[in-house]
């Protein structure tokens, strides 16, 4: 709809001048000196860690709305965690941590983690492989793309990978997967930007031997790929085995954590030089359909508090590792998983696939705080039901690329996440430059009638300039747009037509030029 | 280069073109790149041992130049039909190998099963352990049939982890399941995995009740093991959740490891789903009937016969042939081949027709899977003959135990796939098996095979497994010759030649030692047949045949199937 018009400032690739201190390089004729500079303001020395959290992780039992307590009990009584056990936040008396999160919380207080609420995309797919597809390609929930965000960014980034890589400017691995395989988030459109590093010092020696060109068949196909692999763990191998043993750890990671251990390699890593810009990490068990927690007795222990607790224990180890090796300024990281899980927990202690949950970005360098309001929990609710976004996770990557990575606004918005994101107030850095947005400061009223059978109202306070309003389902599927328009500084009023609306729960979403924010409503 | 112009064909213009049929898989090719003769027809051309290797590396999990004599001396009809005739038993089940002089198995005996009960926790790890190395001793058996590949096709498919199931009882059942379905009717396979005790733990079946049905296994029902996901599968959200209710009241009864199914969790509302489904509803049943409501619900996603047909097929294809389905193979593989499938879903037809095809011999679908790390252990493994302990239950248990762990250790835990889906290098596009590779399993691959064949696996204090070079060429036409010694062991080993640059550079750089006139290898051979005693004489030869099986093994040729 129209939205996209008023958010879209996107122009073509090719139309698209690149500035260095204002200075646009596009019209100079590109000489080797103009590229070396184009490459070093790309390459700010800033590391990102994505920390993908297998299986869908249950938000709601996370970053635990403690406002929402008496109608929470109502939806997941044998799960929620007592409200007396979950770990308070400084400063913030409407939300909490899971008690397993004790790592967490006290990053939260001493300000290095942003918390963003309910984060998701219209119309949540539910499918593990589908969501997480959706997740890494960055793409609508009905468009099929096959390279990840991070990998275009790269690709990007490093102009012609993989051909003549590495080399004298870019020795390092664009990118590293801790484990046993790489992550489809970094696949870019020519291949994967990424390598696979399950033990940095022992590098396997592989023999160079003479090489046949290709046959032009399927199996020559495979075979080119299967050589770029050997030639590109060759080419890394010396200079991942030189930072590894650069440095130690200076802190003490949790044993028998399998996130702890990957994320101190990525330390390692860091500190011992590499220019490394993406590590991705990942922990499974997230698909808590059932045993979620020991017992409705005991709902602070089971499966999501063992996850939580290594999650939390493994970052706030990594995180000190980094303020130790002295790299902490440089280093910031996100967990993410392919979607939450349902408000209403089933009968088996655990939870169903949901749709959006919060993202917990951390890091010395990011505004400390909540960004969103807590979901808002219906006071009946059916199985149906599902935490609506506020967020849209692309404006969490568009974050990362223009604020912490610092690429162009036009850049993201054509080729790395296909339209414009607005961005959020993640990174200290984007202060300088941007307003901050709270959705906690704009004025969207609670509809009346409410609940309603036909006609109910809806009041929002415009700042002046582009607004939106947006009808969600329960189950996150956009289903209207009530306005779409510039308008004046002014309180508004939108009557809702619910007369062809099933009955149920449904949510509305405003959006403004200082931000957005929802509120649910229900339809008789 | 040619990835770029595969790859960015789906992601150029922000809304990758869609082919109206295959919306999700892999747009097309290459331009380049020539996919062979989309024909079901059976295959006419010339029976040589390059069509018997392709067709042994495809069905069997590796393969001797004693397997390829025979083979290539049948029909091409006969040697499809000899591979596609399972044992008429099936396997003797695991047994207790994991006794240790300190840790005895109190109720089952050395040597002697432990499937048939009771569970003992305290040793539910070492009988999963021993069911691992028991499916090792499968894989790695000289059988000349395609079972093993089927079956891990199945594994891949009803995709369960056997660390999560629980007991090792049922998950031994499971795999007795997977095995003895494995080339019949899927649509009794789909129902017996659907009340399967394995996959009732798994997807959190036997937790899925009317007060809160547990929607975890009605949606891979649809999502993964019948209809797929794609422009052709359009069940909705609604769907899954009234299949989860069909579903409800499915147990496990812990003493005898089966499943039942107790009516009073069961929900007795009729269900009714969507267009996509003809708006079927299903008619709720009260009592035992409720279980009747499964039959109705797996009717229900037959009638879908297409789609469900065309998924099954594509999957399969993917697994014998090759990842890529172009709208050619679509129309001309996929859909015929489908269509004789949906008739009554018996699954042995299907694959008996599909390897027998013009396509499936095409010289272009020859060399272009890569390996799982299985085959990379397992073909190797057969190749050299490797010889495992005949003395003691234990040795053996261990032995094998140890190369399921090296698969593990390459990035295949059979048994226990990452997650439902099973491994991503048969769904995730566009890698699909190429995601089996990169700079971490790439390089342990190198070394697992090289640590068979030159260095030597140690299983146990002692023990070592390790390939007899020597017995290796003297299998071979002849073995005194340099250049045919290379040409015979480059045929059983890769599925694409070498130059003959390459090969007289291999030649030289090994079994010559450096030199250029064949004799020296000629010479050193005959002195070792002379006095085959004479250790000297012995570790000439060895050395320059571990060189250059080394070289062949490390080449990326070696990864290719």
Redesign the interface.
Known sequence: MKRKEFLKKALPATMVPFFINGISIKTMASTPMLEAIKRASLKNGRVFVLIQL??GNDGLNTIIPVDQYSNLSAARSNILIQQSKVLSLTGNNATGMHPAMTGLRSMYDNGKVSIVQSVGYPNPN?????ATDIWHSASDSN?????GWAG?YLEDVYAGFP?GYPNTNDPDPLAI?I????S?VL?G????T?????NPTS??Q??N??V??A?????????????L??Q??QA?NNTVKTAAQAVTNKATYPANNSLGDQLKIVANLIAGGLQTPIYTVSI?GF?T??SQVTSSGSTETGSHADLWKKVSDAIAAFQSDCDQLGIADRVAGMTYSEFGRRI?????L?T??GAAAPVIVFGKNVNPGIIGSNPNIPASVT??DNVPMQYDFRQIYASVLEDWFQASVSKTDSDLL??HFDTLAIFKSSLDVKKVRSGNSLTLMQNYPNPFKDFTNIEFVSPGGQVELRLFDS?GRLLKTLADGVVPKGSYTEVLDGTHLPAGNYYYQLITANGQTGRHLVKL | ????AF??Q??TG???V?DPVL??QNQK??D????GVASITPFSGTWGRAEAIHLLRRTLFGFTKADVDFFAAMTMSDAVDYIMTTPVNPPLPPLNGYNTSTLIDPNISAGSTWVNGPDDNNFTNKRRNSLYAWWMQQILNPDRNIREKMTLFWHNHFSTEVENVGSPIIAYNHHKLLRDNCLGNFRTFVKSVTTDPAMLVY??GY???K??????YA?ELM??FTLG?GPDSQYT?DD??NAAKVLTGWRINNTNYTSFFNSTTHETSNKTFSSFFGNTTITGQTGANGALETDDLLNMIFAKSDVVARYIVRRLYRYFV?Y?IDANIETNIIIPLANDFKTNWDVKPLVTALLKSQHFFD????????KNPIEVISTCSKVFNLQYPSTTVEDQYQAWYSMFTLGAYA?MMIGNP????GW?AY?????F???W????????R??ITVGLTVVGYQYKTGKKLQADVIAFAKQLASPEDPTKLIQDAIDLLL??D??T??KT?LKQSTLLFGQSNDYYWTNAWNDYLASPNDATKKGTVTTGLQLML??LL????N??S
């Open positions: 297998n299986g539910f499918s593990h492989f589908r468009q099929y793309v096959g390279s275009r051909a997967s484990g046993y395989s790489v489809t696949m459109p020519t291949g994967s990424g390598i696979a590093i399950s590098f396997y592989l023999v031997g003479t046949d060109p046959p032009n068949t399927p199996a020559g196909h495979e075979l080119t790929y299967v050589r692999v050997l590109q763990t890394y499974g698909d359909h059932s209403k927990s089933n009968a088996s655990g169903d696939h199985v149906n296909f339209k189950q | 280069m040619e990835r770029r790859i960015t789906t992601i922000k809304t990758p869609k919306d999700i090719l290459p380049h790149l020539d996919l997807l959190n937790v899925n009740t007060t809160a049905p547990d929607e975890n949606r999502e993964l996901k959200e899954v959740k090759y890529v010289p272009n679908n020859m060399g272009c899977n890569i990035g990452p997650n439902v889906s991503p769904y995730q596009t566009p890698q098996t190429e995601s590779l990169n700079s971490d399993t790439l390089p342990k190198i070394s599925p694409i070498l130059s640059a390459s550079t080394k070289y490390d080449l990326a040729e990864q290719l």
